[in-house]
């Protein structure tokens, strides 16, 4: 790729990194992403026939990485409940340009099998949603008794199939997990693996999202520097969205994401494709804009090139910045339709 096909936004932010949803099913049904109360037996979730194929969402990949693209990330929904994943993983592993492909999911579904199988496909870092370290605690936000030691020994198998610093993800909730963040903390510390906290989020529009539920990361940091110290680490590259923090003691590190109250719209380079073929500039966007008819023309992907570099240099999302400042609330698309 030459530096001439490098597209940027108006606040000048190119475009690194493409999220893909590839469903929006999940086995869980996590009180502050996809309640019972909305996602109940009777929801219509998306049927087969409309979710991209595999060549389509290649298409697009290529295209993204046209434009400067060079890491991907498998979303859902729970992405490990679309069949043959491992399929798309290794188309995508053949993209020119694409030097990092890694997967979210909460590892509930992740055989020792499946692990291998997605390695030797090609997925190079798993990131694992874990939202409390005790079965109480956990089997209330994901709601569907699912049990913890489920969700590690999923870790577990990515261990042993070969994949190294495996990322833990804990949404924390005022009065649903936050007093689990030590615990977590603890589990987690000198274990190899990377534990990472996210202030709850106002994504979309059916978890009851208030300013009086977030836990700030400072809150976060407080609590855990009060008995497990530490000090701040250097980003690994700009737009890293992850404050760092390493342990004193050479218990390995842990992270902090911090989109309501430190937020990082400034070094955004991420878009988001929906399972439907829709790209989403920004995770609390109100719409996206359909790519399917440009997939479906004899010059599809050159299509979706120019589509992709008209939206993104026409950009100025900065949803979290200014949050505080929007007078209406605007609907917002659902995590599950896009990832995280």
């Known amino acids: 790729m030459s530096d001439s096909a490098q597209v940027t936004d108006l606040l000048h932010r190119p475009l690194r990194d493409l999220r893909i949803s590839v469903t929006d099913r999940c086995n869980f049904r996590c009180v502050y992403c996809m ?3 909305v996602f109940d037996k009777d929801y219509k979730f998306l049927p087969r026939a409309q ?3 595999f060549e389509e969402i290649e298409q697009v990949v290529r295209a993204a990485a046209q434009l400067g693209v060079s890491k991907i990330r498998i979303t859902g929904g729970e992405p490990l409940v679309r069949r043959d994943l491992e399929a798309l993983i290794s188309q995508i592993r053949q993209v020119p340009g694409i030097t990092d492909i890694s997967m979210t999911t909460n590892a509930s579904l992740l055989t020792a099998e499946r692990a291998r199988s997605l390695r030797e496909a090609g997925l190079q870092r798993i990131t694992v949603s874990l939202d409390a370290i005790d079965d109480e605690t956990f ?3 994901n709601d ?11 870790i577990d198998n990515a261990a042993k199939a070969g994949f190294v610093d495996t990322k833990v993800n804990m949404v924390v909730k005022k009065g649903l997990n936050d007093h689990s963040i030590l615990p977590m903390a603890r589990y987690f510390h000198n274990s190899g693996h990377i534990l990472r906290f996210i202030e709850f989020m106002d994504v979309g529009n059916s978890n009851a999202w208030d300013l009086s539920h977030v836990v700030t990361s400072a809150q976060i940091a407080e609590r855990i520097n009060a008995e497990l110290p530490m000090e701040p680490v250097e980003a690994n590259y700009r737009g890293e969205v992850a404050k760092r923090w390493r342990f004193n003691d050479g218990g390995g590190e842990m992270g902090i994401i911090s989109s309501v109250s430190a937020p990082f719209c400034g070094d955004c380079s991420r878009a988001r494709l929906s399972a439907t073929g829709s790209i989403y500039t920004c995770l609390f966007a109100s719409s996206g804009h359909d790519l399917r008819p440009a997939l479906r023309e004899s010059d599809g992907q050159d299509r979706v090139v120019q589509e992709l570099s008209k939206l993104w240099s026409l950009r100025t999302d900065q949803y979290s910045e200014t949050r505080t400042q929007v007078a209406v609330l605007r609907p917002k698309v659902e995590m599950s339709f896009i990832g995280g």
């Open 139 to 141: 089997k209330r936000v």
């Open 51 to 53: 979710l991209l194929t």
């Open 35 to 37: 309640p019972k109360e």
């Open 144 to 154: 569907v008794d699912v049990s913890v030691q489920d969700v590690l020994d999923g």
